[in-house]
C-alpha cells in the first residue's frame, strides 16, 4: 500500500548530479529510534551517498539509535541532557566538542528533539541540517505529523533544511509530499512520511553539500 500512494519529492536530482568528490564526514545527533540514521549508514553502504558517519551523538540513555550504530560499528556518544538544565548552551559546548573531537564536518540532526543555540550553529555554520516530519514551514515543533492530521490537511511531508536559530526554520533543501488518507493515525500516517524521510535525507545532505 505505502508504495502504491503517490509521492513528490522536490527538486528532483539525477544520482549524478548528487555525486561527491570528497568523502563527507557526518555527526549525527538523534534522540530516539534512529531510522533516520540507519537510512543514511544503509545509502552510504550502498554508494548512494559519498560519505562516512564519524560518530552519533544521543541524548536519552535508553534511545535505540545507540544500538542501531553499535550494529553498524559506528562510534556512539551519550551526551545526556538532564545533566545540563537549563543550560543549553553547556550542553552545546559539550556536543561542539565531541563533533570536533571525531573531525565532523557537517551535523545531521537525525530526530534530534531539543532546542540547538547560537553555540552550535556558530561552530559549524551553514553545516547543520535538520530533519523534519511536515512540509514546512507548517506544522513546526514537537508533533508536526499530529499537527497535519489536527489541521485536516490533505497532504504533508518531510523537509530537510539548513537549520537555524528559530526551530525548524532555515533554508530548505529537499521536501516529498504525502498524501493523507481518510482513515490515517498519527502511526500510520508517520509510517509513510519515514519512507519518505529515509529517500530524501541521503540526497539531501549531498545537495547541500554542493551548495554550502
Ligand atoms: C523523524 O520523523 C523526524 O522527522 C522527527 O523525528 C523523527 C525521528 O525518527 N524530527 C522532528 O520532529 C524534529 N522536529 P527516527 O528516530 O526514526 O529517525
Known amino acids: 500500500m505505502t508504495n502504491q500512494l503517490p509521492s513528490f519529492i522536490?527538486?528532483?536530482c539525477s544520482p549524478?548530479?548528487?555525486q561527491l568528490d570528497q568523502t563527507l564526514k557526518l555527526g549525527v545527533m538523534a534522540s530516539g529510534s534512529g531510522t533516520n540514521f540507519e537510512a543514511l549508514a544503509q545509502a552510504i553502504a550502498d554508494k548512494r551517498l559519498n560519505?562516512?558517519?564519524?560518530v552519533v551523538i544521543y541524548n536519552n540513555p535508553?534511545?535505540?539509535v545507540q544500538q542501531r550504530a553499535q550494529r553498524w560499528n559506528i562510534p556512539t556518544v551519550l551526551i545526556n541532557h538532564r545533566h545540563y538544565k537549563k543550560n543549553r548552551e553547556g550542553l552545546d559546548q559539550k556536543i561542539v566538542e565531541v563533533l570536533k573531537q571525531h573531525e565532523v564536518e557537517w551535523v545531521i540532526m537525525a530526530g534530534w528533539m531539543r532546542i540547538i543555540t547560537p553555540v552550535l550553529l556558530n561552530a559549524f555554520p551553514n553545516h547543520v541540517l535538520n530533519i523534519h516530519p511536515s512540509?514546512?514551514?507548517s506544522f513546526k515543533g514537537v508533533n508536526g505529523v499530529e499537527q497535519a492530521l489536527a489541521a485536516g490537511v490533505k497532504v504533508t511531508g518531510c523537509t530537510v533544511h539548513i537549520a537555524s536559530l528559530e526551530v525548524d526554520s532555515g533554508p530548505i533543501v529537499m521536501q516529498a509530499a504525502v498524501p493523507i488518507l481518510p482513515d490515517d493515525t498519527p502511526d500510520t500516517l508517520h509510517a509513510r512520511i519515514q519512507v519518505q524521510e529515509h529517500l530524501i535525507f541521503p540526497m539531501a545532505i549531498?545537495?547541500?553539500a554542493k551548495k554550502y
Do not use: G, M, T, V
Not at 560519505?51 to 564519524?54: D, G, L, N, S
Open 16 to 18: 549524478e548530479e548528487l
Open 51 to 54: 560519505a562516512q558517519i564519524q
Open 206 to 208: 549531498a545537495l547541500a
Open 62 to 64: 535508553d534511545a535505540k
Open 10 to 12: 522536490s527538486p528532483q
Open 135 to 137: 512540509l514546512l514551514p
